[in-house]
């Protein structure tokens, strides 16, 4: 297994994470999550009829900048790692 998949995300599915990030009586349907996904608002993935959402995904975070701390944070590792000599 490689150092980045090692420190990519967990899938969760979309009714859990929509929980975390909304407020109980304003929770989106899956439907409306799924829709997200597919216009590359959030990272996720459909597969078959289920949808699930990347656990590092922040409702109100724009998708550039979660992007952007993601890579930070999988080179800072790299860079840690190589410094240290630990694998």
Do not use: H
Not at 46 to 51: F, K, L, P, S, Y
Not at 57 to 63: A, C, F, K, P
Request: aromatic fraction near 8%; proline fraction near 1%.
């Amino acid at each position: 297994m490689s150092l980045l998949n090692r420190n990519k995300a967990k899938l969760m599915k979309a009714r859990l994470w929509a929980k975390r990030e909304f407020e109980n009586d304003s929770v989106p349907q899956n439907r409306t999550i799924k829709n997200w996904i597919l216009r590359g608002d959030i990272k996720g993935k459909v597969i078959g009829r289920r949808t699930y959402v990347y656990e590092d995904q922040y409702y109100d975070m724009i998708q550039e900048v979660s992007d952007c701390v993601s890579s930070l944070i999988a080179e800072s590792v790299i860079v840690d790692r190589g410094v240290n000599g630990k694998a």
